[in-house]
Nanobody, 126 residues
């Protein structure tokens, strides 16, 4: 049984930092396209950052230079380091995994991801 469990969310003032974690079980994360997504109030779910099997990464324009996605292959855990947080980063953040290979990984839409976590809330106040 595949499980993705997110943690690390919370409330933060603008300019602060948080690190989200996603512990994977039932899969070996290095063999998967792994991503962070978020859904703000009244908004559609959007891709934040993706890391493929080669550890290549892709970021949404809105988070480039502020967020960093990484993976600990020994712990089978995905991370999202979020710096210089803004109120518009407020959302429910989800971890997702899909067996797609590199080019397909970066073009994959959120609806195509196979496995999802339950999400962790991030709230940023001004």
């Amino acid at each position: 049984q595949v499980q993705l469990v997110e943690s690390g969310g919370g409330s933060m003032q603008s300019g602060g930092s948080l690190r989200l974690s996603c512990a994977a079980s039932g899969i070996t994360s290095i063999d998967y396209c792994m991503g962070w997504f978020r859904q703000g109030p009244g908004k559609e779910r959007e891709q934040v950052a993706v890391i493929d099997r080669n550890a290549d990464t892709k970021y949404a324009d809105s988070v480039k230079g502020r967020f960093t996605i990484s993976r600990d292959n020994i712990k089978n855990t995905l991370y999202l380091q979020m710096n210089t947080l803004k109120p518009e980063d407020t959302a429910l953040y989800y971890c997702a995994a899909d067996p797609a290979y590199s080019n397909a990984c970066f073009s994959r839409q959120y609806k195509q991801y196979l496995y999802w976590g339950q999400g962790t809330q991030v709230t940023v106040s001004s």
